[in-house]
Nanobody, 126 residues
Framework: AQLVESGGGLVQAGGSLRLSCTTSGFRFEDYTIGWFRQVPGKERVTIACINPGDGTTYYQRSAKGRFTISADNAKKTVYLQIVSLNVEDTAIYSC????????????????????WGQGTQVTVSS
């Protein structure tokens, strides 16, 4: 299984980004795909998840409103759109796949996910 993130980079505060997580090597519709972020010295946190099979989604409470997760089943790719970026959004963003439905008790535990990408850096300048 392989997950490859792209779309990170340097952006000014107030701008937007769309991160992509392109997958291969497993049945896309059977897995929940999550986006996570981590800053140095802090734990990795679940931002949003989607199950491409049934379309269910989860958002971390603080992510609602500025983050949108979506899936393109034909491309086996999950996107994370982020708007109104601020410096606190600076982090490494990673995606992962887990063989379970979207349930908050599970998706909020990053270690529950089976396969991980390498991550992409997002840096927001003021």
């Amino acid at each position: 299984a392989q997950l490859v993130e792209s779309g990170g980079g340097l952006v000014q505060a107030g701008g937007s980004l769309r991160l992509s997580c392109t997958t291969s090597g497993f049945r896309f519709e059977d897995y929940t795909i999550g986006w996570f972020r981590q800053v140095p010295g802090k734990e990795r946190v679940t931002i949003a998840c989607i199950n491409p099979g049934d379309g269910t989604t989860y958002y971390q409470r603080s992510a609602k409103g500025r983050f949108t997760i979506s899936a393109d089943n034909a491309k086996k790719t999950v996107y994370l759109q982020i708007v109104s970026l601020n410096v606190e959004d600076t982090a490494i963003y990673s995606c992962a796949a887990g063989l379970f439905p979207v349930q908050e008790v599970i998706v909020t535990v990053p270690n529950a996910f089976n396969y991980w990408g390498q991550g992409t850096q997002v840096t927001v300048s003021s």
